[in-house]
């Protein structure tokens, strides 16, 4: 996905392609919730050799509330370079 960055803001993703690699990621067959704390996470991403924006997984919504104070729900972990 190519990233849309503005001066002093975080990256994003056009929201079309970003349907379009959910999409795929909802249809795959193995989807990834298999990290135990925000370290495994963060190591688990830095090891990937494909550094394109992609979704490389998700977290669940208890533990995005636990780990980020997150309220609304699962979360897509994307990578990217």
């Known amino acids: 996905m190519e990233l849309v960055r ?12 970003f349907r379009l690699c959910e999409k795929g990621y909802q249809q795959a067959e193995e989807k990834k919730v298999c990290w135990t704390d925000w370290s495994a996470l963060c190591e688990f991403v830095s090891s990937l050799e494909d ?13 995005a509330k636990e780990w980020l104070a997150w309220s609304l729900g699962e979360l897509f972990v994307v990578a990217c370079d």
């Open 6 to 17: 503005e001066r002093g803001q975080l990256p994003r993703f056009p929201f079309e392609q």
């Open 51 to 63: 550094k394109a924006a992609h979704i490389v997984g998700h977290i669940d919504s208890k533990t």
